[in-house]
C-alpha cells in the first residue's frame, strides 16, 4: 500500500514537471511569431497566450511556475524573448515590464480559475474572467515601465504599448478561453491520476 501511494506521488511529481517544462517551452516558442509595429518598441507576440494558457490550465502554482522558468531561461541568455533576444538586461528594456506582465498574467489567470481538478468542469464564466484579468494585468507593468524608459507621457505609453495590442490580445484571448476547458480537463486526468 505504502509503495503505491510512493509511485503515485512519484507519478504526480514527474507529470507535474513536464507539464510545467511544457508551458514554459512553448511559451519560450512563440518567440518565432514576433512582428514589429511601426511607431512602438513592443512587437506583437504569441509568448503572451502562452503565459496566459499556462494559468488557465496549470493553475496559479503550476502556471507561474512555467512562466517562471520561461523568464529564468530568458535572463540567463536563452534565444526567448520577442526577437529571439535574451539576457537579463532584456527586463531593463522599454519590453521588460511586459516580461514581468507575463508572470501576473499566469498567476492571475490560474487563481480566477483554480486549479486543475479531475471530475471538476470550470464554469465558462470563471474561464472568461480568467482570460479578461490576464489580459488586462500584463498592461500594467508593461505601459508604466515603457512609459518610464522612454520618459514618455501616459498617452504616448498607452498608444505605444496598449492599443496597439488590445484587439490582437482579445483575439488570442479568446482562442485560449475556447481550448481551455478540454486542456484543464487532460491535465486535472493527469495531475490526479
Not at 54 to 59: D, N, T, V
Not at 100 to 113: D, E, P, R, S, T
Request: glycine share 16%.
Amino acid at each position: 500500500m505504502e509503495k503505491n501511494i510512493l509511485v503515485s506521488t512519484q507519478r504526480k511529481t514527474i507529470v507535474r514537471i513536464t507539464l510545467t517544462a511544457l508551458f514554459a517551452a512553448l511559451t519560450a516558442a512563440g518567440t518565432f511569431i514576433s512582428i514589429p509595429l511601426p511607431g512602438s518598441p513592443i512587437p506583437i507576440v504569441l509568448q503572451n497566450m502562452f503565459a496566459l494558457l499556462s494559468g488557465l490550465i496549470l493553475g496559479p502554482l503550476l502556471g507561474g511556475a512555467a512562466v517562471g522558468l520561461y523568464l529564468i531561461a530568458g535572463a540567463i541568455g536563452a534565444p526567448v524573448f520577442a526577437g529571439a533576444a535574451g539576457g537579463f538586461a532584456r527586463f531593463a528594456s522599454p519590453s521588460g515590464g511586459f516580461l514581468i506582465g507575463y508572470l501576473l498574467m499566469a498567476i492571475l489567470g490560474g487563481c480566477i480559475v483554480g486549479r486543475p481538478q479531475g471530475g471538476c468542469k470550470t464554469p465558462l464564466w470563471r474561464i472568461a474572467c480568467g482570460v479578461v484579468a490576464g489580459i488586462l494585468v500584463v498592461y500594467v507593468p508593461g505601459v508604466i515601465q515603457l512609459k518610464l524608459i522612454l520618459n514618455d507621457t501616459w498617452e504616448g505609453a498607452i498608444t505605444k504599448g496598449f492599443l496597439p495590442f488590445i484587439i490582437g490580445d482579445v483575439i488570442k484571448g479568446i482562442a485560449a478561453g475556447i481550448i481551455t476547458p478540454r486542456l484543464r480537463r487532460a491535465a486535472a486526468d493527469h495531475l490526479d491520476g
